[in-house]
């Protein structure tokens, strides 16, 4: 036996007020994804660098190198590393210098610089900064980025992450613009305060 209720229509006031808040919940929920896609603090997008000793980079690069950015003897070489980046054009690589050295390092941190080989031993200078070696725990201080924003150079992007104060965690992305590395974003994330209960 079937039983047929009549239910009395709902006001159309009730009705819209149903439909206003059902798009208002979708809304909220499209903006609350989006934002945290956006801060998300993952680095899938980034490969990190492998450093290492100096006898993996071209002799005339390294004297180059030490020539072009510092005082110090070439016997000092021993204290750079060296990382090696591949780049799309499979006969070219860029070169990242780490001169993190007690004699290079100042107020500004320590010296960073790249370089490209443009063929017959013949490099050039694309990067050059200064930067603080301490990162936030997870965090690495240079990371390719494989997200380009829209460079048309066949060189990576390269993040940077920065410490400042403890307590803010700047990332900066480096891109070629024109032979030279340029920051194209630069923003800051709040790192958590810690707090001890002794």
Same mark, same amino acid.
């Not at 494989?146 to 390269?158: E, M, V």
């Given at each position: ?5 009549? %239910? ?17 919940? #979708? ?10 896609? #956006? ?21 005339? %690069? ?21 990382? @090696? ?15 993190? @050295? ?14 490209? +080989?443009? #063929?017959?031993?013949?490099? $050039? ?8 070696? +301490? ?11 494989? +997200? ?6 066949? %060189?990576?992007?390269? @993040? ?17 613009? #024109? ?15 810690? $707090?001890?209960?002794?």
């Amino acid at each position: 036996m079937l039983i047929i209720v009549n %239910l009395p229509m709902p006001d159309d006031k009730i009705v819209r007020l149903v439909r206003y808040f059902h798009l208002s919940l #979708g809304i909220f929920l499209l903006i609350t994804v989006l934002f945290l896609n #956006g801060c998300s603090n993952t680095n899938a997008d980034e490969v990190k660098i492998r450093w290492s000793n100096f006898n993996k980079v071209p002799a005339s %690069l390294m004297q180059l190198a030490i020539a072009d950015n510092t005082s110090l003897s070439s016997t000092a070489k021993t204290s750079i590393k060296v990382a @090696d980046v591949g780049l799309k054009n499979k006969d070219n690589r860029l070169y990242l210098f780490n001169y993190n @050295d007690f004699r290079l390092c100042g107020r500004l941190g320590c010296l960073y610089t790249g370089y490209v +080989n443009k #063929g017959k031993n013949q490099f $050039t200078r694309v990067i050059n900064l200064y930067l603080q070696p +301490n990162v936030a725990p997870g965090e690495n201080l240079i990371s390719i980025n494989s +997200n380009n924003f829209g460079s048309t150079s066949n %060189l990576p992007c390269l @993040d940077i992450q920065q410490l400042n104060d403890n307590r803010n965690l700047q990332k900066i992305t480096y891109c070629d613009e #024109g032979g030279y590395y340029q920051a194209v974003e630069n923003y800051f994330l709040k790192l958590p305060t810690s $707090t001890n209960t002794n």
